[in-house]
Structure formats: structure tokens, C-alpha cells
């Protein structure tokens, strides 16, 4: 078997891998909230994530497309880049994984790209339009994390809950919420596994010394069910930190920031805009705990994840920029 056919076998798997672990170190966007509101048990909290971020996962490739073709140009698209990216990723979200901070996977990709790719070729070859989308979803996701969510709550309170019993609104909100978590598992899957889909496809291109401007089935379907995977293998150290420790959920509160939450990922995912499900939900949960009293939402704890945000970006860029000058110096 030729080399450079070993070397596309060896980025697939670990693409598949970092899927893999993408699925169970964000578990928790998807279901920690249902879980800590007691609507779901664990086990059948992630047995309904894991399908659903299967099928979310089969719904589009635009985001796909921003990672295979906006971020490094495929001319410049080599198996030790693909590789560097991809340990750095890996690294970085196993790290954050055993720290139990919600951490970006899919920013912790992308800026692993451009740190491997600025190794490849300088800073010259980073495409601004798809790193510029990228920040966008930084800023904006978010930022409407914390907003949609209080408005929604607002809203729910004027039209429907000032007019029913707290027993009734308990009832039906523990009803509704599963229907949140799952359209939140959706979303997440339609979102984080096209990141897969789009480094695979630059694997691709590397190999094939083409511009490929499709994302193959195989790749779709393979994704998606690595996601799956690792959805079903569960996160509970996240879950913990998003679901007990930023502030105490009932039915309502997590109904109303998934529902929010799942709103602005799915948005994003048909702008192509590659966004983290993590900032999202994270900040609606804590959007839903402002309208409670800013004092009841645990600022430290948000303080910790916020960290974890600031420093996926250069920490990433500096470990692509690594793992790409090892693998070069190793010759693999």
C-alpha cells in the first residue's frame, strides 16, 4: 500500500477520533439540562442524543464547506496540516474533557487548522473570509445565548405562565423539554459533525491534489455515526459543570434555554457559520438564571468556562503550529 494512501487512512481515523470525542466531551450541550431538571435520566437522556446527533448530523454540509474550503486554501492542503490539526484538537479537548471545562470543540478545531496551517505556508495563506466568519460566531452565538433566552422567558411569562399554577407549569414544561433536548441534540449534531465532515473532505483534496467541492456520502455517513458514538458514551464531568454547578434548573428554565440555544446553532449551521454549541448553551443556561436574579447564577463557575473560551484560541494556534513542525521533524 502506497505511503500517502496509509497517511489519508491514518488523518480519516483520527478525524473519526476527534469525532468521537467531540460526541461524548459535548453530551452535556445537549442534555445536561434535562438531566439536572430530573426530566430525563442519564442513560436515556444520551441514548436520545446520540440518535438525534446522528440525524442532525445528515442534514447539511455548509459548515462542512467552510472548514474543507474557507479556512486554508485546498492548494495548500497537505496530510501532515490535516494531521497537526487534529492532534491539536484532540489534545486540546481531552484536556479540557478531564479538567471538566466546556471548552470549544469546534473553535478548538478551527484554530487548530490555522495554527497548522500558518506552519505550512505563514500567516499569507489564512483565508480572513472563513476565520472572519468563525470570530463572528464567537461574538454573536453567544451573545444571543444570553439575550434570546430572557426575552423568550419574558415572553413565556406574559402570555402563558402568570396564568398557570406552579404545579401545572412544572408538569407541562418537564413534557415539553425533552422535545428542547432533543431539537438541542439535533442541532448540535447538524452543526459539530460537519467540522468532521470538512477536515476530512481537506484530507481528501491533499491526497487527490484537487479541489473536491462535495462533501463524499461516505464521509457524511461516517461522521455522523462516530458522533454518535461518542454521544453514547456520555460526558458526565461536563454534564455537571453545565447542568448543576452555573445555576439550579427547573423544567421552564431548561425548556426555554434549549429551545433558545438550539434556535441560534441551527441558524448557524445553514449560514455555513461553524459555531460552538458549547458558548450557546452554556450562556443561555445563564441567560435563563439572570431572570431569576443576577445573584443566583454562580459567576465562578461561569468565570471558569469563560476562561476556557479565551484560551482555546491561541492555546489551538500554537499547537497546531507544534504538532505540524514535530510531524515534519519526524517525517511521518
Known sequence: METALIGLIVIVTLALIFDFINGFHDTANAIA??????????????????????????????????????????????????????????????????????????????FSLVGAGVAAGGWGIIIPKGVQKTLTGLVTSPALGFIVPILLMFLLSWLVLRWMKPRVVTRT??????????????????????????????????????????????????????????????????IKTMGFKVVDLKPVDGFVAETSAA??????????????????????????????????VKWQVAGRIVQAWIFTIPVCIALGWVFHKIILALGV
Not at 457559520?273 to 448553551?281: E, L
Open 33 to 110: 439540562t434535562s438531566v439536572a431538571t430530573k426530566v430525563l435520566t442519564p442513560a436515556q437522556a444520551i441514548a436520545m442524543a446520540a440518535v438525534l446527533n446522528v440525524v442532525g448530523a445528515l442534514t447539511g454540509t455548509a459548515v462542512a464547506k467552510t472548514i474543507s474550503k474557507d479556512i486554508v486554501p485546498q492548494d495548500f492542503a497537505t496530510l501532515e496540516l490535516v494531521g497537526a490539526t487534529l492532534l491539536s484538537a484532540i489534545f486540546w479537548n481531552l484536556f479540557t474533557w478531564w479538567k471538566g471545562l466546556p471548552s470549544s470543540s469546534s473553535h478548538a478545531l478551527v
Open 263 to 296: 434556535l441560534i446553532i441551527e441558524t448557524a449551521s445553514r449560514l455555513g457559520i461553524p459555531v460552538s454549541t458549547t458558548h450557546t448553551i452554556s450562556t443561555s443556561i445563564m441567560g435563563v438564571g439572570t431572570t431569576k436574579g443576577f445573584k443566583k
Open 173 to 238: 414544561f418537564r413534557t415539553l423539554q425533552i422535545f428542547s433536548a432533543a431539537f438541542m441534540a439535533f442541532s448540535h449534531g447538524g452543526n459539530d459533525a460537519q467540522k468532521t465532515m470538512g477536515i476530512i473532505t481537506f484530507a481528501l483534496a491533499a491526497y487527490l491534489g484537487t479541489e473536491i467541492e462535495t462533501v463524499p456520502l461516505w464521509v457524511i455517513l461516517s461522521a455522523a455515526a462516530a458522533m454518535g458514538a461518542g454521544t453514547a458514551i456520555g460526558g458526565w464531568r461536563i
